[in-house]
């Protein structure tokens, strides 16, 4: 009999692999790692990220996490992903495109978290390049096929800033207010990418 480890991706229909990374959609038996990493990281991800609720992190809640992401997947309105190393399953952060936006506009929005250990390794990176990938063939999500991804980052978040660019985004505007980040409304940086563009040429050294 087989043994997979936590995080195996071998029975997600809607599995993305990568230079080193798989993504797909979470699951019960990721509360653990995503908790744990969560927890850790939560100094590292609070100036970029919504405020927390209360219970984040607890089961219950990640419970009603999941079964809210399947749900969103089903209408083909969001796919929240987690991000996990290939070589041993570690997760390592979370990648989500959203807003899915069907007939003349095939737009969809990314956002993206990753744990305090893990960034700055080239991982982030890696995931974003491979959804891309995924979004603009409809290989992995069936009616995907997207024409346009868009990405919007806060200002001052430089390491967000390099990796979007770095994976072939161009900036296209400036939104104030734009979001509520960390109980603050912020400015934030508009970027996209069109399945037209030319493939970035760098090395993984963002994200």
């Given at each position: 009999?087989?043994?997979?480890?936590?995080?195996?991706?071998?029975?997600?229909?809607?599995?993305?692999?990568?230079?080193?990374?798989?993504?797909?959609?979470?699951?019960?038996?990721?509360?653990?790692?995503?908790?744990?990493?969560?927890?850790?990281?939560?100094a590292?991800?609070?100036?970029?990220?919504?405020?927390?609720?209360?219970?984040?992190?607890?089961?219950?809640?990640?419970?009603?996490?999941?079964?809210?992401?399947?749900?969103?997947?089903?209408?083909?309105?969001?796919y929240?992903?987690?991000?996990?190393?290939?070589?041993d399953?570690?997760?390592?952060?979370?990648?989500?495109?959203?807003?899915?936006?069907?007939?003349?506009?095939?737009?969809?929005?990314?956002?993206?978290?990753?744990?305090?250990?893990?960034?700055?390794?080239?991982?982030?990176?890696?995931?974003?390049?491979?959804?891309?990938?995924?979004?603009?063939?409809?290989?992995?999500?069936?009616s995907?096929?997207?024409?346009?991804?868009?990405?919007?980052?806060?200002?001052?978040?430089?390491?967000?800033?390099?990796?979007?660019?770095?994976?072939?985004?161009?900036?296209?505007?400036?939104?104030?207010?734009?979001?509520?980040?960390?109980?603050?409304?912020?400015?934030?940086?508009?970027?996209?990418?069109?399945?037209?563009?030319?493939?970035?040429?760098?090395?993984?050294?963002?994200?």
């Open positions: 009999m087989a043994l997979f480890r936590l995080g195996s991706p071998v029975e997600s229909p809607h599995l993305v692999r990568g230079n080193g990374v798989y993504l797909r959609p979470g699951a019960m038996r990721d509360f653990e790692q995503w908790s744990s990493l969560r927890e850790r990281s939560r590292f991800l609070t100036p970029w990220e919504p405020v927390w609720a209360p219970d984040d992190l607890t089961r219950l809640a990640f419970r009603r996490r999941i079964r809210r992401n399947n749900e969103e997947i089903e209408r083909d309105e969001t929240p992903l987690f991000i996990f190393r290939a070589e399953s570690v997760l390592l952060g979370g990648l989500t495109l959203g807003q899915i936006r069907r007939g003349v506009s095939q737009t969809g929005t990314i956002g993206y978290w990753m744990g305090a250990e893990h960034a700055g390794k080239g991982y982030m990176a890696r995931a974003v390049r491979a959804l891309l990938a995924a979004a603009f063939s409809s290989s992995v999500f069936g995907m096929r997207l024409h346009r991804v868009e990405a919007a980052c806060i200002p001052r978040n430089e390491a967000s800033l390099r990796l979007l660019k770095a994976c072939g985004f161009q900036q296209e505007g400036y939104a104030r207010s734009y979001l509520r980040i960390n109980g603050s409304w912020e400015d934030h940086v508009l970027f996209a990418i069109l399945d037209s563009d030319p493939a970035p040429q760098q090395a993984d050294s963002a994200g």
